[in-house]
């Protein structure tokens, strides 16, 4: 268990949305029950992660993956609406920032209620919300807790030759000088039972896909580009990744049990992000995670 968290810390439950379309489905009052979340997401397996009567908590809003896809004021503030109908605490999420990106971030966050979460992907956002926003909590995403989640892998000793980095000390001085009391993660290939031990802050889990990399190039976008601007960054985005998942393999079945090869991890790539989803191996150890409070919260997500 967390030196973070305690008997008295129910654990908490995050829905993750990228899509401001998809907010409307969310539309209501009460509580977000697993059914309810199952639903919203197509996806019938994380039940076997949750408990029958646990509720959402928290609204993942954002990309952390895309400055394309980070919300205008306008769905932010639809967004916001929703979790004051619904009681849930919201959760900007934040990709790798430029210039432009801090601009338009600067804008947003004064939109946030006091003590609302900004998960940060990028030293700089983290920065900007530590200093100029005192009343908001950053969080450090995925894209900041560096470890080798290759779905190629052949073996676990490979994995072993880098481990995540997440505990180190140098590392958690800098998540401590911002005062970021909760990493982001992913259940990467052959994990073991002891990859959630207690690094000095506060954990919280991705189910059921784990990213393993983005770039800079949209393929899907660039599809309507003239030939010399195509497959090249910077281009005009219309938000095509939306509604196109390219799924890219993976041979089900073929790696039944940590510690075997893991041709059975599918992969599928978004915009510029290559995901995989979880096969029996690493849904048992989310849920073995989340059974021990291993982490402090659950956060749940489509591609």
Request: proline share 7%.
């Amino acid at each position: 268990m967390s030196a973070a968290m305690t008997e008295a810390s129910p654990l908490e439950f995050g829905l993750s949305v990228s899509d401001p379309r998809h907010l409307a489905q969310l539309a209501g009052e009460g509580p977000l029950l697993a059914p309810a979340v199952a639903a919203f997401l197509g996806d019938a397996e994380v039940l076997a992660l949750l408990p029958a009567d646990c509720a959402v908590s928290h609204l993942y809003f954002g990309s952390e993956f895309c400055e394309h896809l980070l919300p205008d004021a306008a769905d932010l503030e639809r967004a916001l609406t929703l979790a004051r109908q619904r009681a849930l605490h919201l959760v900007l999420a934040t990709p790798v920032a430029n210039d432009a990106l801090l601009e338009r971030l600067a804008e947003l966050l004064p939109l946030l209620p006091a003590g609302s979460e900004v998960l940060a992907n990028d030293w700089g956002v983290a920065s900007l919300v530590h200093g100029d926003f005192p009343a908001l909590r950053v969080v450090a995403g995925r894209q900041l807790s560096k470890m080798i989640k290759d779905p190629r892998l052949p073996g676990e000793q490979w994995a072993q030759l880098y481990p995540a980095g997440f505990r180190a000390e140098r590392q958690l001085r800098i998540l401590h000088s911002l005062g970021i009391e909760r990493i982001e993660l992913d259940v990467p290939p052959f994990a073991g039972s002891d990859f959630f031990s207690s690094p000095g802050v506060a954990l919280a889990l991705h189910a059921p896909y784990a990213y393993v990399a983005k770039g800079r190039l949209c393929k899907v976008g660039s599809l309507a580009q003239p030939a010399a601007l195509k497959f090249a960054p910077g281009g005009a985005c219309r938000r095509e990744c939306l509604g196109v998942v390219e799924v890219e393999g993976g041979q089900p079945g073929a790696g039944g049990k940590c510690g075997a090869s893991r041709n059975s991890l599918r992969t599928a790539q978004r915009g510029t992000t290559m995901f995989y989803r979880y096969d029996a191996a690493l849904l048992a150890a989310a849920a073995e995670a989340v059974r021990e409070r291993r982490v402090s919260r659950l956060v749940l997500s489509s591609l």
